[in-house]
């Protein structure tokens, strides 16, 4: 009765925390049913192992636990050493790579939290079983975390620059750069009338200002593409790339 008052109130607290990351999970599953991607844009790159973690998480932290079940979360390890050695060698897609140390190192950390609870489940400790359940959850939270956007409007964004940076530049397409020009300045559109999210309220004033200098940069390329100034676009593109990674920085 002790653990599930505790848990019951801990959850209630958490529950939202656990949003961003359902929302990584759903936009990763419809990354695999789109099948192809559109030339000016992507989809969210997959971490293997990110959803089938959470798959088997979900059961154990809204059910097996809220009601007690503690043989039904100990039936429940195998599953999440099978999905942790999964994730353990999956490789991060070079999307990530920004965020990439700090999601290798809460992938451990997530590893350890998941050998603990094998140890702990060989025990008849409920008590101690339901604070290394909550400490497994809480890894997984801040390792996926890692990779969730800090705003959706500027994932948007990325999933439509990055092409351009990674494969338009590099061969000098700057047919593709111009074509993807009106969804780019969308997204842009979105992005700079977007509510700055409440977590980030006290940075709320250097965010909008590096949003600002983003728009700037992407009207500047725009510019230069509609006079046809090929021999810019390049230079554009790239400050329009330091733009939208500042921005990015600004969260941290």
Not at 163 to 184: E, G, R, Y
């Amino acid at each position: 009765m002790k653990c599930k008052q505790i848990l019951t109130a801990f959850m209630f607290g958490t529950i939202l925390c656990l949003f961003p990351i359902m929302l990584l999970a759903e936009e990763q599953v419809k990354g695999e049913e789109s099948g192809c991607a559109p030339v000016t844009s992507m989809e969210r790159p997959r971490v293997i192992g990110i959803r089938e973690f959470h798959d088997v998480m979900a059961p154990v932290w809204h059910s097996l636990l809220p009601d007690g079940d503690y043989k039904g979360v100990r039936e429940k390890v195998p599953e999440f050493k099978k999905s942790m050695e999964l994730l353990l060698t999956s490789e991060v897609p070079e999307y990530y790579m920004h965020v990439k140390d700090e999601f290798t190192a809460r992938r451990l950390a997530l590893a350890k939290a998941v050998a603990h609870l094998d140890t702990i489940a060989m025990a008849d400790d409920n008590d101690h079983l339901a604070v290394a359940v909550e400490e497994m959850h809480t890894a997984f939270e801040q390792m996926a975390r890692v990779l969730a956007p800090r705003m959706r409007e500027i994932d948007k964004f990325h999933l439509v620059l990055y092409p351009l940076w990674h494969q338009a530049l590099p061969k000098s397409d700057f047919a593709a750069i111009k074509a993807s020009l009106p969804l780019l300045q969308a997204k842009m559109d979105t992005l700079i009338n977007a509510p700055i999210p409440e977590q980030f309220k006290e940075r709320e004033t250097v965010i909008v200002e590096k949003r600002a200098e983003l728009k700037k940069s992407v009207d500047a390329l725009d510019l230069v593409c509609k006079e046809g100034k090929d021999e810019q676009i390049a230079d554009k593109l790239t400050v329009m790339h330091e733009s939208f990674r500042a921005l990015d920085g600004a969260f941290e």
